[in-house]
Nanobody, 125 residues
Framework: QVQLVESGGGLVQAGGSLRLSCATS????????MGWFRQAPGKERELVAG????????YYEDSVKGRFTISRDNAKNTVYLQMNSLRPEDTAVYYC??????????????????WGQGTQVTVSS
């Protein structure tokens, strides 16, 4: 059983930064593609950023390009999301997720087998 635990969320003013971390256990982290999703009230869960198992390729949703950076440390079984220049519209619960298929980066939440509990990010204007 793969377990994912997010940390690093909180309240920040617009223009500020946060760094989310997702520590994994119970599996072979280096064989999973990883994604960070977010879900705001009344909206669907969307992929914000994804990274292949080697870290060689990344994906970003258009609204976060140039502001967010996803990275992973396979030695620490951890994936990160550095969020800069935060905006009120970034307010959401952020989830990390593991895609055990091990190839590419999927935007479909249904392709991610394991999920963290979520961490709240609130950006005030």
């Amino acid at each position: 059983q793969v377990q994912l635990v997010e940390s690093g969320g909180g309240l920040v003013q617009a223009g500020g930064s946060l760094r989310l971390s997702c520590a994994t256990s119970g599996g072979t982290f280096s064989s999973y593609a990883m994604g960070w999703f977010r879900q705001a009230p009344g909206k669907e869960r969307e992929l914000v950023a994804g990274i292949t198992r080697s870290g060689g390729f990344t994906y970003y949703e258009d609204s976060v390009k140039g502001r967010f950076t996803i990275s992973r440390d396979n030695a620490k079984n951890t994936v990160y999301l550095q969020m800069n220049s935060l905006r009120p519209e970034d307010t959401a619960v952020y989830y990390c997720a593991a895609d055990l298929r091990g190839y590419g980066i999927s935007r479909a939440a249904g392709n991610y087998e394991y999920w963290g509990q979520g961490t709240q990010v609130t950006v005030s204007s």
